[in-house]
Nanobody
């Protein structure tokens, strides 16, 4: 499975961004995708995840109510809509896919910077 993230950028506090993660390859065996983030000097942090089939979503407490994860099965794409961004949201955001087996795959990441 190959994952390509996009949509990162620089925004002011209170702004919004939508990240995309396009999957290709063994996508027929995907059953879960998630977004993580990693800020300089910090460990990688789970942000949100979505289960295929029922589209159940889970969020870290730090983003609950501000971020929304969704997927478009026709485009093999998972999105992360980020609203009311804060400086502490600044990080590289990475997409992870889990396939039956199980095996996990990671994208290369996209930078999000929130600063005034």
């Amino acid at each position: 499975v190959q994952l390509v993230e996009s949509g990162g950028g620089s925004v002011q506090p209170g702004g919004s961004l939508r990240l995309s993660c396009v999957a290709s390859g063994r996508i027929f065996s995907l059953y879960h995708m998630a977004w993580y983030r990693q800020a300089p000097g910090n460990e990688r942090e789970w942000v949100a995840g979505i289960r295929f089939g029922n589209d159940d979503a889970d969020y870290a407490d730090s983003v609950k109510g501000r971020f929304t994860i969704s997927r478009d099965s026709a485009k093999d794409t998972v999105y992360l809509q980020m609203n009311n961004l804060k400086p502490e949201d600044t990080a590289i955001y990475l997409c992870r896919a889990t396939v039956y087996g199980p095996s996990q795959y990671w994208g290369q990441g996209t930078q999000v910077t929130v600063s005034s």
